[in-house]
């Protein structure tokens, strides 16, 4: 019986690594594909989401269709006319000043067109892949997300990372 588990549990951590592996070469090979130098943003005709509660605004597609706005006026979501189920999103809060999170200091490896640094991360899923922006100025981390399923996520990548380089921050 323990020879059996023992083979289980290896079989599992092989699994693991292979998924890992594996989600790492999706996104290595959907990725490749996806340089951002070739983006025309001239080709788009643009709104500006802005925010007057943190003081950030990004452009987005004016044709996207803005769901309804958060209550405490936090941010937005932005849906693509042709597929809901891609998204865009944009908000902002306040850092409290001794929660744990505010402790982690990852490494900045990205920086807007206006000078901000922070942190651009890209998750892969067998669902769904996102792009994440995350800035944060004295005590408000802000956010940009975009997100689509992960067979389009290469369709999107640009446009994504594209909007990511506008972020502005008024307050800076």
């Avoid at 943003?41 to 769901?67: C, M, Q, V």
């Avoid at 944009?90 to 505010?102: D, K, M, T």
């Amino acid at each position: 019986m323990a020879t059996a588990n023992k083979i289980c549990s290896l079989g599992r951590r092989i699994y693991r690594f292979a998924a890992s592996v594996s989600g790492v070469i999706a996104l290595l090979i959907m990725l490749g594909g996806c340089t951002t130098n070739d983006f025309n943003g001239g080709a788009i005709a643009w709104k500006t989401y802005s925010n007057s509660r943190y003081g950030f605004e990004f452009p987005y597609p004016s044709n996207w269709i803005s769901l309804a706005a958060s209550e405490n006026g936090d941010g937005i979501a932005l849906i693509s006319p042709q597929d809901n189920s891609v998204e865009i999103r944009g908000w902002a809060s306040h850092q409290l000043p001794n929660a744990p999170e505010s402790m982690k200091k990852i490494k900045s490896n990205f920086q807007t067109a206006q000078g901000v640094s922070g942190v651009l991360l890209v998750e892969v899923d067998r669902g769904v892949s996102s792009m994440t922006l995350t800035l944060t100025q004295s005590q408000v981390k802000y956010h940009l997300q975009g997100r689509s399923k992960r067979q389009d996520f290469q369709n999107y990548y640009r446009l994504f990372y594209y909007i990511a380089q506008q972020y502005r921050i008024s307050k800076f």
